[in-house]
């Protein structure tokens, strides 16, 4: 009965020398790849074979020429993966030098190989960077958590994607940082958790636009409560705020113990004002003798 084998273990790419070393020494074992991943790797069982396997990197326009010029030089193709690795192996025999398990026969292909990693990973960073750039400049005019805790994720993860590019850029750089495996391990989780806390902290907010007008009244409107919303966790809020009316009137946001947060006072106002409100529910109140147009919007 054939057996077979799931390893999950996620390595940092400018360290893929360490997966290649745990793919020979799993071989050595009697684990045979069948097919390497990002996230987990599929082996089977097969003492009788030894092998001893290597990576690519890259976007490939002609496959099958790819993979025949390395059949050519005795490497037999696995498999790749979604995001432009390539898996090789070839049998090893003690006899050889370990020259003949080397996939690029010069320096330079190698490096030429890293600096397409490096090139994608470094212009991706300095997207992120754009994008932190622009998140900054949201909390700079508008802080709330939400921002703040993408900010935070986007501008790790640039760190992260150029520190990754400048060590594979460098020839002299170590590749065999075991501790680097645990660091993307924990990168990605970070990533992962920061993402869903942004998400999660952004549905929670009350995005929401209300609207009131009469164009006259019979009596007197004193503090009527027309439209209530509710707050999750305590943060800076901001609401558009516009109402026009031929005598003063009066709009209120009121919290639930019936604490008066927010009041404005005239015949016209138009603008944004910001809030920070604890949890609860909030209520718009009006108080006005005339007809009015009032219209509110809360993020």
Same mark, same amino acid.
């Given at each position: ?118 090139? *994608?990973?470094? #212009? %991706?960073?300095? &997207? ?6 622009? @998140?900054?400049?949201?909390?700079? /005019? ?12 986007? *501008?790790?993860? #640039? %760190?992260?994607? &150029? ?6 850029? @460098?020839?002299?750089?170590?590749? /065999? ?123």
């Amino acid at each position: 009965m054939t057996q077979y084998k799931k390893s999950f273990r996620i390595y940092a790419a400018w360290n893929y020398q360490n997966e290649i070393e745990d793919l020979n020494k799993a071989s050595l074992e009697g684990w045979q790849l069948v097919k390497g991943g990002c996230f987990f790797s599929k082996y089977v069982k097969n003492p009788d074979i030894c092998y001893r396997y290597q990576m690519d990197f890259g976007k490939i326009d002609d496959m099958g020429r790819y993979i025949e010029t390395f059949r050519e030089q005795g490497w037999e193709y696995i498999n790749s993966t979604f995001n432009g690795w390539h898996y090789f192996r070839k049998l090893y025999d003690p006899n050889l030098p370990e020259e003949a398990y080397e996939i690029f026969t010069d320096k330079e292909s190698m490096l030429e190989m890293n600096k397409r990693w490096a090139t *994608i990973a470094s #212009a %991706i960073g300095i &997207l992120w960077v754009l994008i932190a750039i622009l @998140n900054t400049i949201k909390m700079i /005019n508008h802080p709330k958590l939400p921002t703040l805790v993408i900010l935070v994720t986007v *501008i790790i993860e #640039a %760190i992260v994607l &150029l520190r990754g590019g400048m060590i594979m850029r @460098n020839p002299h750089s170590s590749r /065999n940082r075991k501790g680097d495996n645990t660091f993307i391990v924990l990168f990605i989780v970070f990533v992962l958790l920061g993402t869903s806390a942004y998400l999660f902290l952004d549905s929670k907010r009350p995005y929401f636009t209300t609207e009131q007008q009469a164009s006259s009244i019979d009596h007197p409107i004193v503090e009527n409560r027309w439209s209530s919303f509710d707050i999750f966790y305590k943060d800076n809020y901001y609401f558009d705020i516009s109402f026009n009316a031929s005598k003063p009137m009066t709009l209120s946001i009121i919290d639930e113990n019936d604490n008066v947060v927010f009041a404005k006072t005239d015949t016209s106002f138009n603008d944004e004002i910001k809030l920070k409100l604890p949890k609860g529910t909030y209520t718009y109140a009006i108080t006005c003798t005339t007809g009015f147009h009032v219209k509110c919007s809360v993020e």
